[in-house]
Each structure stands twice: as structure tokens, then as C-alpha cells.
């Protein structure tokens, strides 16, 4: 593992995973919101969001759903953060890390958390 | 053509189709800028926005082509609106309008404008 | 009216008002989606688009209002193009456009078009 | 301090503070970049997203600083990542935590990190 900024950093390297989740996390909720999707170019969107997840340093796997609800494919809609669900796996010096972003019921709205 | 929102509009078909190409326009530079890209998504970044832009009313054609430099494949950079270079064809009730994005170097940035 | 930018465009003066109206509408809707928002910075995130609009070149007149609807000062929500209401005036070598952006009932979407 | 999501959490208190921290700098990259900017609203800039992130759970103090270069008031710029630099404070249940985002010269590219 190359790390040119590992320099910076005081912490552990689980932090440093965790906290490199969360740029993740944040970043795909921020950057997406607004794309225009309905059925013919959802799985498209999903795919492209995981390929410039994966182009990030430490990312190990990424798997990015999208709920468009029952919109049909002669309209669209905005992309928004409620309809993502997104798994991720960060690696940081043999450090895993598993962060989830998806819609939580009781709390009404995407939530980003760190899993087992 | 269905166009249920013709009754909110003031202007001619031709000045329809040339708003909703700088409508389309706007939006591609302000939604896509900041996505991380190198060689390995380029083309899918080039696929997503085209498609996206593709599902927006009165859409005849687009292509995108994204210019990343001699970035290698190793790291990644932000896609900003330096980079893209989009072909727009608009149609609304017959009339046609071609419209790009793309870097112009005499005037030093990506100007959005109206072609033939 | 300065425009090293004419010699690119073969439209009318009014064509060109039309096409930049699209361009601004168009970007702020998807610069600005996404935005943490609540009674607390609302106005400021007005004033903040408002600012950022006019000093893009041609724009005579801004005003933009958001509704964040029966949120909380508590809790945020995510700023969405249905929450906003964007009057615009663009001009062009003494040729005047309105153009506004706001949600509308009876097509269940913010709509971008041409006023008067 | 309140947070109904803590049972979705398998992580110390530490560790909650940095994951919330890395959400926000991620958030704060990908939401503003491509923002139309120059002298006349850079610092508006700043206020605005200073308080859209402390309008999310958990944050004690943000502070934005944008350098724009050399630019001059008749120009604008769009608001990149390299111009930012945010310096934040996460506090979570008694831990708190130091995180920043800046442009770092040898490693050419803007950083987030955990300072001290």
C-alpha cells in the first residue's frame, strides 16, 4: 500500500479507513443528487457511481442500487439520496471497514453508517 | 409531440428548442463537474451523461467526449467543464437546434453556444 | 456590451438572451441540489445562488426564493428543485428575456420557461 | 445529545466522530464544486457553506476559506476543490475531533485529513 499522505494522518488505521468511508459516503450523496434517471439509464448510473468510487484510493468494493420507485421509462426523475443503496468495503493497511448509505424508515431519511 | 407545459411558454418553436438546449447545457456543466475520473470510467462517464441528458424532453442527439490529458490510469482527477466536449440536437415541433459545450482556447474556458 | 463570445454564435440577439436564460436555469438546478438546508441558512443559501448568477455575463436580474415547506430549525432536509423559485432576467445587446424555474402543480415538476 | 441512529452503529464514540467528519468534507467537495465565483461573492461563499454544514448532527465549528487566486471581479471562476480550505470540528458524545480539507503542494491534490 503506497500512501503519500499517510504523513498527515493521526490515527489509527482503522480510523483511517473509517474516516476515508465517509469521504466516500458523503462525496456519492453530494456529486449525484440531481441526475436525471428513469428506467433506461438507472443500472447505467449505478454502475458508473461503483467505477468512480473503486478509482479512489483504499476502496476494496463498492455496490451502488437505485430505487426509482414506480416511475415509468416515458418520464424521470431526480436522483436523490432516499433512493441509493450503497455498500462499501475500505481497506487501510490491512484494516477493513463495511459503511452502508441507504434509506432508514424509522429515521426518514438516508442514513450513512458503519456496519458489524 | 405531447408538450403538456406549451401554455406556459411565451415564443416562437425555434426559441423553445434553443432554451431547452441551454437548459440541458447548464445542467450537464453544474451536475457531472467534480465526478473522479481517469482512463478506466471515462467512457462510462461519457455513456451515463448521455443518456441522462438523452431522457430529457426534446432530445434528438447528444455525444459526449470527455478529454482527462495525460492523467494515467493510476490516479484520477476531477471531471470539470474544460474537459467536456457535448453535441446537442434539440427538436421541438420541427424546428432544430445544434448546440455544444466544449474548451475554446482564444477565449480560455468551455463556452456553451449555438452551431450553423 | 463586451462578448469576445458573438463570433461563435448564429442566432438572433433575443435567440441568444433565450439560449443563456436556459444555461443559468439550468445550472442552478443542479448546482445546488443537494444543499443542507433549514429555516436557519435559507436565506443565505438565496442570496448565495442569487450572487453566483449575476456574475455570469448578460444577467440583468435575479430574485430567488426556496420553500423549505413545514421543516424544523431542528432538523434539514436536502435542497431540491421543487423547493425553488427562480426569476431571471437576461440581456442581450438591448434585448430583454424573463425566464423563471419553479414547481407546478399540474405537471408535478419544476418547470423552466419563458415569461410575457 | 441526541441520535435515534447510534443502534445502527458498531463503532466506539471515536470513531462515529471521524466517520461523520470524513461524510461532511466528502459532502462539502462534491456539492460546491463548479460553483460560479469571484471576488464579489467568495465570502458569501464561505458563510454558506459554513452554515449548511453546521446544520448537520454533530458538527462544533467549521470554518471555509476559498482561494480564488488571481482572478479579478470582471471574471468569474467555477469553485474547485484546490481552492478550499475547510478546517471542522466534530464532536461526538465528548469526543471530539479535528478534521481538514486543503490543497497540499506535494501531493498536488486538495487532502482531507485528521489533524493533531
Given at each position: ?52 468510487v473503486l478509482?479512489q484510493?483504499?476502496v ?57
Amino acid at each position: 500500500m503506497l500512501d503519500p499522505a499517510r504523513k498527515y494522518f493521526q490515527c489509527t488505521d482503522r480510523e483511517r479507513a473509517i474516516f476515508e468511508a465517509g469521504i466516500k459516503l458523503g462525496g456519492i450523496f453530494h456529486q449525484y443528487t440531481g441526475v436525471p434517471v428513469n428506467e433506461s439509464n438507472v443500472t447505467d448510473i449505478e454502475r458508473v457511481i461503483e467505477k468512480s468510487v473503486l478509482i479512489q484510493p483504499f476502496v476494496k468494493h463498492v455496490s451502488v442500487e437505485i430505487n426509482i420507485g414506480q416511475s415509468t421509462s416515458f418520464q424521470y426523475t431526480s436522483l436523490s439520496g432516499e433512493m441509493m443503496d450503497v455498500r462499501l468495503t475500505v481497506e487501510y493497511n490491512g484494516q477493513m471497514v463495511n459503511a452502508r448509505m441507504h434509506y432508514v424508515q424509522d429515521l426518514n431519511y438516508p442514513l450513512m453508517y458503519l456496519e458489524e
